[in-house]
């Protein structure tokens, strides 16, 4: 699977595409990235633990390393009898090997790590699977401009990690974020690691009201949103 993407190893175990010219995440630590960015972005935290379901969506799976740290995070939180679904769309999985091999320089995510390798096979196969009894997740495998517009699903919350937009910028155009707009519930919304001009324009055009705020690990900005409406 992951040849498509031309995988390839730096400093060890940090993957990168070739393909893309990108690194799958941070090298500060993908993992407080991702808490950073997208779990305090969306100030997911403290909503998740308000509601019976909580839907979060997320373009470009790469490792599964956002998947392991929010269900991390959320077995700490959750109340009986709430759910997570967690919904990502990608065009390369990788390898179940390949996740392993990324994802081990962070010990405090094994457990997770494990019952995701365990599940891979039906987790590439589109399947819905049980992580727990409250915690379900899907891997939507394809064009996310062509899967996205017909995936049945609306989320609370959305985690847009696809690679830079320099370098794929097919994922982060108007009407690919108009089709994200509309497969989002109402008051529910958006954060990005990127804060680039024309990415915040695709995102205001779509419905959202976007604001800036400081990056993760010294890096200047990136942005969050709400979702307002679409014209």
């Given at each position: 699977?992951?040849?498509?993407?031309?995988?390839?190893w730096?400093?060890?175990?940090?993957?990168?595409?070739?393909?893309?010219?990108?690194?799958?995440?941070?090298?500060?630590?993908?993992?407080?990235?991702?808490?950073?960015?997208?779990?305090?972005?969306?100030n997911?935290?403290?909503?998740?633990?308000?509601?019976?379901?909580?839907?979060?969506?997320?373009?470009?799976?790469?490792?599964?390393?956002?998947?392991?740290?929010?269900?991390?995070?959320?077995?700490?939180?959750?109340?009986?009898?709430?759910?997570?679904?967690?919904?990502?769309?990608?065009?390369?999985?990788?390898?179940?090997?390949?996740?392993?091999?990324?994802?081990?320089?962070?010990?405090?995510?094994?457990?997770?790590?494990?019952?995701?390798?365990?599940?891979?096979?039906?987790?590439?196969?589109?399947?819905?699977?049980?992580?727990?009894?409250?915690?379900?997740?899907?891997?939507?495998?394809?064009?996310?401009?062509?899967?996205?517009?017909?995936?049945?699903?609306?989320?609370?919350?959305?985690?847009?990690?696809?690679?830079?937009?320099?370098?794929?910028?097919?994922?982060?155009?108007?009407?690919?974020?108009?089709?994200?707009?509309?497969?989002?519930?109402?008051?529910?919304?958006?954060?990005?690691?990127?804060?680039?001009?024309?990415?915040?324009?695709?995102?205001?055009?779509?419905?959202?009201?976007?604001?800036?705020?400081?990056?993760?690990?010294?890096k200047?900005?990136?942005?969050?949103?709400?979702?307002?409406?679409?014209?």
């Open positions: 699977m992951s040849k498509d993407n031309n995988l390839e730096q400093n060890g175990d940090l993957p990168y595409s070739q393909e893309f010219g990108d690194h799958f995440y941070s090298r500060a630590d993908g993992r407080l990235e991702c808490d950073h960015v997208f779990l305090r972005g969306n997911v935290q403290e909503r998740w633990t308000a509601t019976e379901r909580f839907s979060i969506g997320e373009l470009g799976f790469g490792t599964g390393l956002n998947l392991l740290e929010t269900w991390r995070q959320w077995v700490e939180q959750r109340k009986a009898g709430q759910t997570l679904l967690f919904t990502s769309f990608e065009l390369y999985p990788m390898q179940a090997s390949e996740i392993e091999r990324a994802l081990k320089s962070w010990p405090i995510l094994g457990e997770q790590t494990g019952v995701l390798i365990e599940n891979w096979n039906a987790v590439t196969k589109g399947k819905l699977v049980a992580l727990d009894g409250q915690t379900f997740f899907q891997l939507v495998v394809g064009d996310v401009r062509e899967m996205l517009p017909i995936w049945d699903g609306a989320a609370d919350a959305w985690f847009l990690d696809g690679f830079a937009p320099s370098k794929n910028p097919q994922m982060w155009e108007e009407e690919m974020l108009k089709a994200l707009a509309r497969k989002t519930n109402p008051g529910g919304t958006v954060a990005t690691y990127t804060a680039a001009g024309w990415v915040r324009r695709n995102l205001i055009a779509a419905g959202f009201d976007m604001q800036k705020c400081p990056g993760h690990a010294g200047r900005e990136m942005m969050k949103g709400v979702f307002q409406s679409q014209d």
